[in-house]
């Protein structure tokens, strides 16, 4: 194996270049920013932020506990952004050999059949390569900047679970989410109603030992970005949000405000009326449309919600097949796996969703 498939990902928007390279087991991940000159960087604040999407010693998450120091490489003197910012993790925490049962037996739901088509013998499938939410962590960093200068400007970006396999919790959709304090959420398992907590984590820890896993629904909360941000088509909020969430690994379903529910709505229903508020503002009665219309912030909060697939590494027995020998076979994977992963991507969104909005503010 010479792992010399292409270990970059780039992001071009109207304003920033996001470029994400390295692999799950290459000896650093990390990112390059270009668009972000003149911004500050509180430092440990950024950690803090890393330290929310990083393992924890929870049942469910895996054992593999990487540090996620943030090293800035470039592009910082300390005060200011300049240039093009670069910063890395440096992986400590492989184990590669973990891996070489799937060499030439792909994991069901993971990319390995398809990168193996695409990339031949080149393609590094340890950890799931580059394809591996492990690079969940270069996006944070540059999330986390960008979280850090909306915040300046008063905006504002919380996600939380909702819904853990099949246990459902509180929603933006039946919550007055403009009263919420999120920072009063746990950090690690931020819920909007704590009552229910017990019996989501009893659903990941049933999946667990069970050798299996369980998906769930994140949401999403942005407050505070002025009327008029977004464009129409290609650039519109939704569409701009949306290519930055789905690049996140496990994503596979997005909608906004309302959703999918708007389709057994009729118009009278569906449709935010206007009014006047106490201190001139124009406002909607209701948000069904997530905070956009024509593209563009309307000045509610910007709603929406993501579906998290369960975690594809389980140790149940699986059907595959053999590359090699071209023949079926069944496939138990080894090594350390999340059995949920929805509370780590949390944060996740929030980076990505950041990236999204800093570069719609023209």
Not at 26 to 32: D, E, L, Q, R, Y
Not at 156 to 180: M, R
Not at 212 to 236: H, K, L, Q
Request: charged residues 25%.
């Amino acid at each position: 194996m010479n792992f010399n498939d292409k270990q970059f990902s780039v992001f071009q928007g109207r304003k920033l270049k996001v470029e994400i390279y390295g692999a799950s087991h290459a000896p650093k991940i990390g990112v390059k920013v270009d668009g972000l000159d003149g911004e500050t960087i509180d430092q440990i604040k950024l950690q803090e932020f890393m330290e929310r999407r990083r393992a924890k010693k929870a049942a469910y998450s895996t054992k593999r506990l990487e540090g996620d120091k943030v090293i800035i490489e470039s592009g910082f003197d300390g005060e200011k952004i300049s240039g093009k910012f670069e910063a890395a993790i440096f992986n400590t925490e492989q184990r590669s050999a973990d891996y070489n049962n799937v060499v030439k037996t792909p994991r069901p739901a993971h990319a390995d059949l398809f990168a193996w088509s695409k990339y031949g013998d080149g393609f590094d499938y340890r950890g799931g390569g580059k394809f591996s939410g492990r690079m969940t962590a270069p996006m944070c960093i540059a999330g986390g900047i960008c979280k850090q200068a909306l915040e300046k400007k008063g905006i504002k970006i919380n996600a939380y679970i909702s819904q853990i396999g099949a246990v459902k919790g509180k929603s933006y959709i039946d919550t007055d989410i403009e009263s919420v304090d999120f920072t009063a959420l746990d950090k690690n398992f931020p819920l909007l109603d704590e009552s229910v907590k017990e019996e989501m984590t009893a659903e990941i820890e049933s999946a667990r030992l069970e050798g299996d896993s369980v998906g769930g629904i994140i949401e999403c909360v942005i407050t505070g970005v002025p009327v008029g941000a977004g464009e129409y088509m290609f650039d519109s909020l939704e569409s701009v949000i949306s290519q930055l969430v789905y690049a996140v690994p496990a994503v596979k379903g997005i909608e906004f405000g309302s959703g999918f529910m708007l389709s057994a709505m009729r118009g009278s229903k569906a449709n935010d009326g206007f009014f006047i508020d106490d201190s001139g503002a124009i406002k909607t009665l209701t948000n069904n449309n997530g905070g956009i219309n024509g593209g563009m912030a309307n000045g509610m909060p910007i709603t929406f919600r993501v579906a998290i697939k369960p975690t594809p590494s389980i140790s149940i027995e699986q059907n595959t097949v053999d590359l090699t020998e071209k023949k079926n076979v069944k496939l138990k994977i080894a090594g350390r796996h999340d059995s949920c992963i929805t509370p780590r991507a949390v944060p996740v969104i929030e980076a990505v969703s950041a990236i999204a909005i800093y570069d719609s503010l023209l």
